[in-house]
Each structure stands twice: as structure tokens, then as C-alpha cells.
Antibody, heavy 120, light 113 residues
Framework: QVQLQQSGPGLVKPSQTLSLTCAISGDSVSSNSAAWNWIRQSPSRGLEWLGRTYYRSKWNNDYAVSVKSRIIINPDTSKNHFSLQLNSVTPEDTGVYYC??????????WGQGILVTVSS | DIVLTQSPDSLAVSLGERATINCKSS????????????LGWYQQKPGQPPKVLIY???TRESGVPDRFSGSGSATDFTLTISSLQAEDVAVYYC?????????FGQGTKLEIK
């Protein structure tokens, strides 16, 4: 059974960096058949895909254009987790952040979600 | 970006009755080389992450009750709950994974009449 456990701060100051981690159990971040995504949800923006990392002979990343200049998603094979770093945050980045796994077309495993508030 | 528009925004259905939610895509999500529609349906209850119900437009996820079904192709899709149960009260989302950025519909809130 795959489980995704998220960790990170729930409060970030404007202009600072939001950093979250998603620990994977029951699968490998290096899997050749899965991708590892970050999604956020807010009342104003709904569900918004932010980006993904995946391994297919080499590491690949894709990011949403809306955050592309500010986002880094990194896999860590030694800890079997992946992380989200979102720089220069504003109150618009407030929301619930989820990590998810995609495999065979389905987004089948989700982290528990972390509410991140951007406020001074 | 592919825009998904769901209808209606909210829906109230009596227990045991059929519920139908529609999802219209701004462009086709049918990949011609494998004849698969890159569209899924998700259920979200308060305080929980979304849960996959349907993927490839019509494939039911393991463990999902068979009262849930998905249909449609290319740009028009439907999620049907054949006989509404109390535990089906939730917000339902369609989602496309045909093109990046992956996008979601705005959600349909389903309630009991």
C-alpha cells in the first residue's frame, strides 16, 4: 500500500520560500512507471497542478507556467521523498498543498494535505 | 491550457435517484494513437484530498462502487451515479491529463434533496 506523508510549515512570510516534503512509502520516487506531483487548492483558484518529477532513464520535471519562474521540485532517492520549493511567495500562494502519485493515468495516491498560509 | 467546464455547479438529488455531472473540454483529450481519453473523475469530501473514481474517462478505479460510471469522448464527458447514496455527498471534479498543465474542472457540489 502506497502512502504519502507531507511535512512542512503552515505559515510562510511574504517574499520568503515555501518548502514542503512528501515522503513515499510502498513505492519508489525512482519508479519508471510513476510520476510525483504537487497540486494546490484554494477557493479562488480551485485545484491547480503545480508540477511534477519523474524518472525515465533520467530525471524529468514539468512545471505550470504560472509558477515556472519560482518553483523547484526535487526528488531525493536516498530518503525516498520529493520536495516542493516555491520562492517569493505572496498571499495568492495561500492554499492547501497536496502531493500525489500518478500511474497508468490515475492520480491514485494523495498526501494528507497541508494548509499553507502566506502572511506576515 | 485546456479548460474544463463542469455543469451544473451544484446539484441536489433524492436518495436512490440518478445524478449526472457533465464536463466539457475546450479541446479534445482523445489521443488518437491509443484511442484513450485522458480524463478522470474525482470525489472530494470535506477535509480530505480528492479520491480517484474514474480514469481513462470510463475505467472505474478498484474498490469504487459500480453505481459510479463515466462516459464520453473527445470533448464531452459525463459522470453518472446510478442510485445516490448518502455517502456520495461531495464535490466532484473532472481532470484532464492530456496536456500540460494538467487542469481540473471547477467542481460540482452534490447534495441530497
Amino acid at each position: 500500500q502506497v502512502q504519502l506523508q507531507q511535512s512542512g510549515p503552515g505559515l510562510v512570510k511574504p517574499s520568503q520560500t515555501l518548502s514542503l516534503t512528501c515522503a513515499i512509502s510502498g513505492d519508489s520516487v525512482s519508479s519508471n512507471s510513476a510520476a510525483w506531483n504537487w497540486i494546490r487548492q484554494s477557493p479562488s483558484r480551485g485545484l491547480e497542478w503545480l508540477g511534477r518529477t519523474y524518472y525515465r532513464s533520467k530525471w524529468n520535471n514539468d512545471y505550470a507556467v504560472s509558477v515556472k519562474s519560482r518553483i523547484i521540485i526535487n526528488p531525493d532517492t536516498s530518503k525516498n521523498h520529493f520536495s516542493l520549493q516555491l520562492n517569493s511567495v505572496t498571499p495568492e500562494d495561500t492554499g492547501v498543498y497536496y502531493c500525489t502519485r500518478t500511474s497508468d493515468g490515475k492520480w491514485d495516491y494523495w498526501g494528507q494535505g497541508i494548509l499553507v498560509t502566506v502572511s506576515s | 491550457d485546456i479548460v474544463l467546464t463542469q455543469s451544473p455547479d451544484s446539484l441536489a438529488v433524492s436518495l436512490g435517484e440518478r445524478a449526472t455531472i457533465n464536463c466539457k473540454s475546450s479541446q479534445s483529450v482523445l489521443y488518437s494513437s491509443n484511442n484513450k481519453n485522458y480524463l478522470g473523475w474525482y470525489q472530494q469530501k470535506p477535509g480530505q484530498p480528492p479520491k480517484v473514481l474514474i480514469y481513462w474517462a470510463s475505467t472505474r478505479e478498484s474498490g469504487v462502487p459500480d453505481r459510479f460510471s463515466g462516459s464520453g469522448s473527445a470533448t464531452d464527458f459525463t459522470l453518472t451515479i446510478s442510485s445516490l447514496q448518502a455517502e456520495d455527498v461531495a464535490v466532484y471534479y473532472c481532470q484532464q491529463y492530456y496536456g500540460i498543465p494538467y487542469t481540473f474542472g471547477q467542481g460540482t457540489k452534490l447534495e441530497i434533496k
